[in-house]
């Protein structure tokens, strides 16, 4: 065996820029990191050839003290923490002292800096052979300007694996979109190849904070977004997720941010996915823009070289919150909370003092539940092969069960409306809506039924288009599952337990976590070292597949502490059964029916999405109309 040795220090730091360094993107986030811990104020980001020929960072911080330049460059050299009692609760963004270190190791770096109590600034330069500091005066405003050059340029292997300029420069530009998101309280401009590609004044106001949010991810995802306000023991969850219509086919616009440092947290990622859980259309992703304030005692940021990662100090507890409050925000959504961004969007211009920007809002016509007539068509096809192939453990006996649920208060019939010889009833003429627009309902007034499928009301914005299957079948999901909250969830005894080989892990989990599975309608013990028992199931799903739903529940509270298989599982059946039991297409509903039914829509939660995520209703306004027909041209 070779005899051990200390790493030279250019080696140890090209190592360490393995960790840190992986693109020109990695360069900009640590510098620009370091600059707003630095207070600065205003970010000005350059680069050229995607970042890899040159990377200039101008701040306008504190700057550093000539004596500090060459120690700055210096690995594990920081002013952020001088303890262990900092590291436990660290409050910059940057605090390991490697970054300037790993970035000049690969490649040639020159620091300029003046602080605000000398009169001149001081520069020094470092390549990466040798690592020999030389300083020099220069001529600096107060604050650091960061000039990185020819990356990689010592280490063609690392060169090798960069991608092209264009795909180099989108990372660089969501680097600087993710910190622009992070601090409102800074400016920032980017530039590539001597062209501004953004230019961000500081946002002290709300208005500003969201004409911010809607420069880097949309104005469409503002207008189409609730705001959320959050707080409790401690803990403090704000900003902005976008409504279920306002899905996306991947997770590209979603940012989460813990103490002002963003991070991708599959904790997050897991209670968001809870929220949306039956709103949100098969294989879609949410939109959200969410800041936590946490006590920074109760986080650990010190898990990943790059930070991108944390751990809190109680998951649990952390988790429960973003989950209950993203679903109550979502729960709130009513229908006229989507006039003012629909109406927005149809003029093509914010929304005004009439319309409050990051105010939920709703989908046009041209963007209702973010599909396009071909996606819809394939999402109606798909629903309809969804609900055909249904368990048959589903659909026994479901009318029964509601009525159960709902005494007195079953789904209407599904059969026209016929009178005492059995002949079908014509439609009802249309009466004239009120005109007194200071009492009229968000969702207006019913006018006619459309092919038996669509409801057609008027409203001030414009002409309401309504799927009145899907709308019916939120509002009895959404009744059922109070009903059944109210009956508290009952548990049936096994006529034979169900015997189950697990690892020593399961069963160890299944053991202390026996309270938590009673509270979901099972009753499980260790009946060996590898081998558990089921002798109750919840009631609803006796005709499942107990073995997998109780494989399902063990691995859910090994990876987040809790599970909510079941009541996924029980809500699917009561989706399955709201399904069954609405009204169907070529039903002929009256005037009034109609109008109910539209009431219904308003007073019920989540009413824009039935729970299998198709949306329920959209908005025609009458400026769309106007163009349609070419009116005040």
């Known amino acids: 065996m070779p005899a051990i040795r200390l790493l030279s220090p250019r080696l140890a730091n090209q190592i360490a820029a393995g960790e840190v360094v992986e693109r020109p993107a990695s360069v900009v986030k640590e510098l620009v990191e370091n600059a707003l811990d630095a207070g600065a104020s205003r970010v000005d980001v350059e680069v050229e050839q995607g970042g890899v020929k040159l990377i200039r960072v101008r701040d306008d911080g504190s700057g550093i003290r000539e004596n500090d330049l060459p120690l700055a460059l210096s690995r594990h050299a920081t002013s952020k923490i001088a303890s262990l009692d900092d590291l436990e609760a660290v409050a910059s963004l940057g605090f390991r002292g490697e970054a300037l270190a790993s970035i000049s190791s690969v490649s040639r770096l020159a620091l300029t800096s003046r602080t605000v109590d000398t009169e001149a600034a001081s520069r020094v330069e470092v390549e990466g052979r ?359 969830l009952k548990s049936q005894p096994l006529l034979v337990p169900l015997s189950l080989a697990v690892s020593q892990k399961e069963a160890s989990v299944a053991e202390t976590h026996g309270e938590e599975l009673h509270n979901l309608g099972l009753q499980v013990e260790r009946i060996g070292p590898e081998t558990l028992a089921v002798r109750q199931v919840p009631a609803l799903l006796r005709g499942a597949d107990t073995e997998q739903l109780v494989r399902d529940v063990l691995s859910d509270l090994i990876e987040h502490g809790q599970s909510s298989r079941v009541q996924a599982d029980i809500n699917q059946l009561l989706g399955t059964m709201a399904c069954h039991g609405s009204v169907r297409a070529n039903r002929q509903l009256t005037i009034p029916e109609m109008n109910s039914l539209l009431r219904d829509m308003e007073a019920t939660e989540r009413s824009g999405q039935c729970n299998h995520g198709r949306p329920t209703w959209t908005l025609v306004t009458l400026s769309e109309l106007d163009k349609l027909f070419l009116r005040g041209r």
């Open 130 to 488: 040798d690592m020999d500091a030389t300083i020099t005066p220069a001529a600096h405003p107060v604050g650091t300007t960061v000039e990185v050059r020819d990356l990689f340029f010592n280490t063609p292997a690392r060169r090798k694996f960069l991608r092209t300029e264009k795909t180099e420069f989108n990372h660089v530009e969501e680097c600087v979109r993710r910190q622009a998101l992070s601090r409102f309280d800074a400016g920032f401009t980017l530039r590539h190849n001597q062209k501004t590609v953004h230019s961000l004044r500081p946002a002290r106001g709300e208005l500003d904070r969201e004409r911010r949010v809607g420069a880097l991810c949309g104005q469409k995802f503002i207008d189409n977004a609730v705001v959320i306000d959050a707080e409790a023991t401690g803990l403090r969850l704000w900003g902005w997720v976008a409504l279920p219509t306002f899905s996306r086919s991947q997770a590209d616009l979603q940012y989460f941010f813990v103490n002002g440092r963003v991070i991708r947290d599959r904790l997050v990622a897991h209670a968001v996915r809870q929220a949306y859980r039956d709103v949100l259309y098969n294989n879609r992703h949410p939109a959200f823009v969410l800041y936590l304030e946490v006590d920074p005692a109760s986080v650990d940021v010190n898990v990943h070289p790059t930070k991108h990662e944390v751990r809190f100090r109680d998951g649990r507890l952390v988790h429960d919150f973003i989950f209950r409050t993203l679903h109550r925000a979502l729960a709130d959504v009513r229908p006229d909370d989507h006039f003012r961004g629909a109406v927005a969007q149809s003029l093509g211009r914010e929304p005004g003092p009439e319309m409050p920007a990051g105010q939920p809002a709703g989908p046009a016509i041209s963007s209702a539940g973010g599909f396009d007539s071909e996606a819809a068509s394939q999402n109606a096809m798909a629903f309809s092969e969804r609900r055909a192939t249904a368990p048959e453990w589903q659909a026994k006996d479901q009318m029964a069960f509601y009525r159960s649920l709902n005494p007195g208060g079953g789904p209407p019939a599904t059969e026209p409306v016929a009178d005492a010889d059995g002949v079908a009833l014509a439609p009802q003429p249309v009466s004239t809506p009120p005109t007194d627009a200071g009492e009229e309902p968000p969702l207006g007034y019913a006018i006619a039924q459309l092919h038996g499928i669509y409801v057609l009301a008027q409203s001030r914005q414009g002409l309401i288009v309504v799927d009145m299957h899907a709308a019916h079948e939120r509002i009895t999901y959404e009744r059922m599952k109070r009903a059944l909250d109210a009956q508290d």
